[in-house]
């Protein structure tokens, strides 16, 4: 793993862009194939951001999942989709706060931007962008970019929630709470010394 030698003015949080999670339905998440490309395409701008010495520090997040989830620890869909290029961080988590038990905040300034992409968009990217904001850190959640699960509620009025409609609550909760929604036009500028 890299140091964190040089303070960064911004960080790229990928969370849980994991074979199982991302592959597609029905044991990915629906939008699999629009979140995958997507965070491909925020990851590549992030690495090719110039001038090096302001580009963003990149840190994938790794959930640790139970026996049977599309995550599961030590299986090949537990393994990351695009494994990280020298000097970006890989960090394995068992919460769905990216910061709890983990490194994390130790490898993100308070004083960074944090920009958000990844899986599953109501709890582990909700939960870490909300710890971001709380740090002090501005939170830059990337829509279309962010995906998660239908739920299926098994109760008697068994309620159908589809996965994007969750994925808007999320972001308009987080809008409130003070992150910055952008849509996927503001990528190819994102990591721009601004």
Known sequence: MPTATMSPHRVLLVLNMQVGL?????????AAATVRANVARVLQHARMAVPQERAPRIVHMRNCGEAGGPDEEGTSEWELLDAPQDGEFLIDKRKGNAFDGTELGEIVPVDAE????????????????????????TVLLISGAHGTYDHK????????TPA??????????LDKAGAIVLDMSYVPGLFDDR
Do not use: W
């Open 22 to 30: 991302a592959a597609d339905p029905p044991r990915g998440i629906p």
């Open 114 to 137: 944090v920009v958000v992409v990844g899986v599953m968009s109501e709890y582990s990217v909700k939960s870490t962008c909300r710890a971001a904001l709380q740090r002090g850190n």
């Open 153 to 160: 509620e098994l109760t008697e009025h068994r309620r159908f």
């Open 164 to 173: 994007h409609q969750i994925s808007a609550q999320v972001e308009e909760e």
